[in-house]
Nanobody, 124 residues
Framework: QVQLVESGGGFVQAGGSLRLSCAAS???????MAWFRQAPGKERVFVGG????????QYADSVKGRFSISKDNVKNTVYLQMNSLKPDDTADYYC??????????????????WGRGTQVTVSS
């Protein structure tokens, strides 16, 4: 059974950093691991993604230059390094696995597996 488990969320002041982890277990078999976030009362939106096949990454414009995704093949874990955090980054962060088309990474319905989320709060 596939499981994605996020960790690393917490409370941080604006300008600070956090690193989220998404550990995958089971036979995921999906080439793209992505991060989404959902602020209270808002839709879940794409943050960034990583393709295991070629190492390609995509990021939302709102996080480019501040967030980066990396992986550990041995641990089957994907990380989201978040720097220069802003109060607008406050949200629940979810990792997902799927096989989206190249122009479809941003759409939640292209992902088959989801974690339960980890909360990030950025104070001003």
């Amino acid at each position: 059974q596939v499981q994605l488990v996020e960790s690393g969320g917490g409370f941080v002041q604006a300008g600070g950093s956090l690193r989220l982890s998404c550990a995958a277990s089971g036979r995921v078999g999906e080439p793209v691991m992505a991060w989404f976030r959902q602020a209270p009362g808002k839709e879940r939106v794409f943050v960034g993604g990583f393709d295991w096949r070629g190492g390609n990454t995509q990021y939302a414009d709102s996080v480019k230059g501040r967030f980066s995704i990396s992986k550990d093949n041995v641990k089957n874990t994907v990380y989201l390094q978040m720097n220069s955090l802003k109060p607008d980054d406050t949200a629940d962060y979810y990792c997902a696995a799927g096989r989206p088309p190249r122009l479809g990474w941003r759409w939640t319905n292209n992902y088959n597996y989801w974690g339960r989320g980890t909360q990030v709060t950025v104070s001003s």
